[in-house]
């Protein structure tokens, strides 16, 4: 067994079982029959330095693809054999809507990207998809309203650097998709990378305790706008968005997603979008199908805590509808179901997603989790600061006999989003800072806190670094936007639009 901390640190000696007769090297412990390292923060601090001199952070800057990166269609070709036939044309139009929104589908051929760039040495758990869209508002189980990150499908340890480059990158897309300036968008990709460090530098002196019990309120971050003295049209837009999203929950799903059918509540038929269970038959008759979801629920419910368990079983399944998702996510198979408790005025919307392997798995390496859903779960809990009271997993077996993992949380539970879109360079500018912190929080909670910020430390280097990166980036994607252009121009891909 290796016995110096570098070794561990470095990750030299893997994560193989470890032999708990041997002697435990001083300033480690064993966990879970690992070896967990429990260096000083003199030691941390010394390993970010080490890191940093190794791989400086002006490394960081620029993007030159290498000369045998994949053709872009193809690695979008090749996520499309797991996924729905039929839907996946429907991919491709929500992606060619803009550059941007190809980058929100593209998780994939950044990963690819990202492999290839240079790294630190340090790891956390990451997103996976860490994009300026998939951070918003959302309900804590104390019904407050929070500042987080959303959608962990792609969540999976690796290099921090990953998670940093992927949101400042979105950010220079997003910039020049509003119309904004070189000199304007640089000046908000510093500030992505700012809210990054600087906070990943506040986290470094804090409490593992403080860190783990930090989060964003809605309202603090709505008083940070009125502090940044933001105009006022980005003022009311924040106060809309967090008004808005107090009304997203079960009750607003069950006005919207559902009508009366001979005196039963049913989701309502919105096809391809939304197809109520008794139109996908394919031969299976709807009671079939009703029984696959209520074992599926009964797998599901086993993952969650105790307490949860017991509210959950409150409640009866009553209707199911396949559901399109995302613009990344189209093709992979999402379920609604929708289920009472004490009365129908009492619903409960649930959400079945398909959970595939992470887009890093090739490039960081497997997941540890035997499910992909127990997977994203885990990334979710660990990155989080509030998840939803049901979020949970199950793998049932389908009634064509294949098995796959899905997780499942509440359809709507006060979520909500930022209109980038509308967002004036000073607005997105704050925007970035807040949505870089909450990045920060959320790889302080796994990752040495302590060492990153010694790596970044206190000047600007890798926050100009980054900017250049971005825009770089940025050049790459919209080549890759036209190579799928031209990909539909040809024949070779089918696509849907409008949907």
């Given at each position: 067994m290796p016995t110096k901390v570098t070794e561990f640190i470095e990750g030299k000696a893997g994560e193989?079982?470890?032999?708990?007769?041997a002697p435990i090297p001083a300033g480690m412990r064993y966990l879970h029959g690992k070896v967990v390292p429990h260096l000083t923060v003199s030691e941390r601090v010394a390993r970010g330095k080490a890191a940093r001199a190794e791989v400086p952070r002006s490394s960081?800057?620029?993007f030159t693809p290498t000369a045998t990166r994949p053709d872009p269609v193809a690695l979008l070709e090749g996520q499309a054999a797991t996924r729905v036939p039929e839907l996946v044309p429907i991919r491709y139009g929500r992606m060619l809507v803009s550059a941007f929104t190809f980058y929100r589908g593209a998780a994939l051929l950044m990963a690819s990207d990202l492999a290839h760039t240079p790294r630190s040495g340090l790891t956390t758990q990451l997103c996976g998809d860490a994009h300026l869209m998939n951070f918003g508002v959302f309900g804590s189980p104390d019904r407050r309203l929070v500042f987080d990150m959303n959608d962990?499908?792609?969540s999976l340890p690796g290099p921090w650097e990953w998670d940093v480059k992927r949101l400042v990158?979105?950010?220079a897309i997003a910039g020049r998709d509003n119309g904004y300036?070189?000199?304007e968008r640089k000046a908000v990709e510093l500030s992505v990378a700012e809210g990054y460090r600087s906070w990943m530098r506040e986290f470094a002196g804090m409490?593992?305790?403080?860190?783990w019990y930090t989060r964003l309120d809605a309202e603090d971050v709505l008083k940070g706008m009125k502090a940044a003295q933001l105009d006022k049209r980005a003022a009311k837009q924040g106060h809309a968005t967090a008004a808005k999203a107090r009304t997203k929950d079960s009750m607003q799903a069950l006005d919207k997603l559902s009508h009366i059918v001979d005196g039963e509540r049913r989701i309502i038929s919105d096809p391809p979008l939304i197809q109520p269970i008794e139109e996908l038959g394919d031969g299976v008759e709807r009671d079939q199908l009703m029984d696959w979801m209520r074992a599926a629920v009964r797998k599901y419910r086993n993952t969650l805590q105790s307490d949860r368990r017991h509210l959950l079983e409150e409640f009866r399944l009553v209707h199911a509808a396949r559901k399109v998702v995302g613009v990344g996510s189209v093709g992979t198979r999402a379920w609604i179901l929708m289920m009472f408790g004490r009365d129908d005025s009492d619903p409960l919307f649930l959400q079945a997603k398909e959970a595939q392997p992470s887009v890093l798995a090739d490039f960081?390496?497997?997941s540890r989790h035997a499910s992909d859903g127990e997977r994203v779960v885990h990334g979710q809990h660990i990155m989080a600061a509030a998840s939803d009271i049901f979020l949970g997993w199950a793998t049932p077996e389908g009634l064509d006999g294949v098995s796959r993992d899905f997780y499942l949380r509440q359809l709507r539970d006060w979520k909500g989003s930022a209109l980038v879109e509308a967002m004036a360079p000073p607005a997105m500018a704050y925007y970035g800072r807040i949505c870089g912190a909450t990045l920060a929080r959320a790889h302080a909670r796994s990752g040495d806190r302590i060492a990153i910020a010694a790596y970044l430390g206190g000047s600007d280097a890798f926050d100009q670094a980054l900017a250049e990166f971005s825009e770089d980036y940025a050049d790459q994607n919209e080549r890759d936007y036209d190579a799928l252009v031209q990909a539909e121009k040809k024949g070779r891909i089918k696509v849907q639009r409008g949907l």
């Open positions: 193989g079982e470890a032999d708990e007769s960081h800057a620029g962990f499908d792609e990158a979105s950010f300036s070189a000199k409490t593992n305790l403080d860190v960081a390496g497997a």
